[in-house]
């Protein structure tokens, strides 16, 4: 029975570290919770509440962010499409690359790579 029990555990962590997280990624590397909405260019949209530090995955793979608003209190901000796409000249690809830090006064894209060396990059748990 405790290795049924034991082989049923080890089959769920297994199966539930399956799931595969993709770019773009959404950041909140502020010091105060947020909410955000997100527009794919798939025509999907999420929103979440992001706490600080805390960031946003989801599981579709080559989706490209088209539309962010992010609200703190009665603050919202909106970056639409042409402003984002501009963010992402610098990386080479468009999707799974993007990491977006919402900072304290402004949005900020970066690669994967560079969010790791920034220390703001962890995997989702």
């Not at 080890?10 to 990624?25: A, E, K, N, Q, T």
């Not at 706490?51 to 970056?79: C, D, M």
């Given at each position: ?35 955000i ?9 999420s ?31 909106e ?9 992402l ?18 949005l ?9 060396q ?8």
């Amino acid at each position: 029975m405790k290795a049924l029990l034991l082989a049923s555990l080890v089959m769920g962590l297994f199966l539930s570290g399956c799931d595969r997280y993709y770019g773009p990624i959404v950041k909140n590397t502020t010091k105060n919770p947020i909410d955000i909405t997100v527009s794919f260019s798939d025509g999907g949209v999420s929103t979440v509440h992001l706490g600080p530090g805390n960031g946003f995955w989801q599981t579709q793979k080559g989706r490209v962010l088209e539309h962010l608003t992010v609200t703190q209190g009665s603050q919202k901000t909106e970056y639409a499409s042409p402003f984002l796409h501009s963010l992402l000249a610098h990386l080479s690809s468009v999707t799974a690359e993007a990491v977006y830090l919402i900072r304290e006064s402004d949005l900020e894209v970066v690669s994967i790579e560079e969010a790791k060396q920034k220390g703001v990059f962890t995997a989702p748990h």
